[in-house]
Every structure is written in C-alpha cells, then in structure tokens.
C-alpha cells in the first residue's frame, strides 16, 4: 500500500452538511490524487497535488476542494454533501507524474 | 474520444485454470497501459506496465500483452488461485504536452472457485 492510511475508513452524513477526508502517506511521494469510484464508471479523478499548496483539478471537481500543507497530507473536503456524493473514495501518491499511482484503501462515503 | 473497453464485464473459471481478460482502447497519444488488481474493499494494486514498443511483460503468474497496432491489450493469467478473484482494470495514459489524462476502465471481475 506504499504507506498509505485513509481515514475515515466508512461515515454516513446528511445531506448539507461538510466532510473531510483526510489522506496521509509516509513514502515522501511528490503527488497525490483523490479518486471517487461508482459502479457504472471508472475511477474519476477529483483532483491532485503536485506538492505543498499545489493543486489542480480533475474531471469531476464539482463540490470538491482539496488542500495539501504537508508533503504527506491530503484533505478533500465536501463542503455541503449532497446524495451524488455518496461514493467510495481513494486516495493515491505516486513519485512522479508518469511513475505508477500507489492507492490507500479508501473511505466509504454515504450521505443521506 | 478517450475510451478503455474490457471484457467480459465478469467471468467465473475453476480454481487451477487459466484465462484471458482483453482490454481495447481508443487513446490518443497513448504513453502506457497499466494492469491492475482491485481485491473486493481495497485500493487497486499495480499488475504490470507497458510502452508502445513493449509486446509482452509477465508478473508471476500474469503475462500482459499489448498490441499498439490495434489498440489491445490482454491480460492472461496462469494456473489460477482462489486469491485470483478481484477486478482488473485497465488503465491507459495519454500525455499530449503537458496534459497527462489516465483514462480507466471499468474492471473484468473475475471470481475463481474451488
């Protein structure tokens, strides 16, 4: 898992009301991801760090940021959950931008 | 458009046989084609990577092929086991420039009974 931990590991919420999830690594990896997964799709990419207080969007940013102080943290925040959000979501690093992406073992997100 | 296809969407084999997963994609410019292994409640796991002038590489008892030509790639895997049961999904990378995409797909589930 390449030192990898998520947490929460599983939480329900209500609609409207804020979520961090929190990513921490330990392998001193330059880029992090978060990914959501839904039946039906691939895994789609939120957004990505490419160092600290570097950021960029991915395909489905919509409701998401992001923030990265720390080489080995990365919180995606929803600000208002909403029932689209619900969703398994993982985070990954990897070294470079072209080397492979090591995954955590993700947060299953329900908002009701 | 940017399209990765698998099939079989899901397959069932007996414990000890072999099978093959294929993966036809629709990237451009393709960079590489990674494998990976997605046990059920867990984050997926890098199989194998592949470039344009790679044909085959193995991992064990995984061989990966890729022809550039048609825009396939397949996944065989040998001698199966009951921890062979995941989905695998393939996943190409299209780097134009500064703009790197990876593009999923949706996963073969494979269940191996004993």
């Known amino acids: 898992d390449a030192g990898i931990t998520q947490s929460p590991r599983h939480k329900v919420t209500e609609t409207g009301t804020p979520v961090t999830l929190r990513c921490h690594q330990t392998?001193?990896?330059?880029?992090m991801y978060w990914y959501r997964q839904d039946p039906g799709h691939g895994l789609r990419l939120i957004h990505y760090?490419?160092?600290?207080?570097?950021?960029d969007k991915g395909e489905v940013s919509d409701g998401y940021s992001v923030s990265r102080s720390k080489t080995e943290d990365f919180l995606l925040t929803l600000e208002s959950a909403t029932s689209s959000q619900t969703s398994v979501y993982f985070c990954?690093?990897?070294?470079?931008?072209?080397?492979?992406?090591?995954f955590g073992p993700g947060t299953r997100l329900t908002v009701l | 458009k940017n399209q990765v296809e698998q099939s079989p969407q899901s397959l069932i084999i007996l414990e000890g046989k072999n099978c093959t997963l294929q993966?036809?994609?629709?990237?451009?410019?393709?960079?590489?084609l990674r494998w990976y292994k997605q046990d059920t409640g867990r984050g997926p796991v890098s199989l194998t990577i592949?470039?344009?002038s790679e044909n085959t590489k193995s991992n064990g008892r995984y061989t990966a092929t890729l022809d550039a030509d048609t825009k396939q790639s397949s996944l065989h895997i040998t001698a199966s086991q009951l921890s062979d049961s995941a989905s695998y999904i393939c996943?190409?990378?299209?780097?134009?420039?500064?703009?790197?995409?990876?593009?999923w797909g949706l996963g073969t589930s494979l269940a191996v009974n004993p």
């Open positions: 990954a690093t990897s070294l470079g931008s072209m080397d492979t992406q090591y």
């Open positions: 392998e001193n990896h330059r880029y």
């Open positions: 760090s490419y160092g600290v207080k570097d950021t």
């Open positions: 993966c036809n994609y629709t990237v451009s410019p393709f960079s590489n």
């Open positions: 592949m470039t344009f």
């Open positions: 996943v190409v990378t299209s780097n134009a420039g500064n703009n790197r995409k990876l593009i």
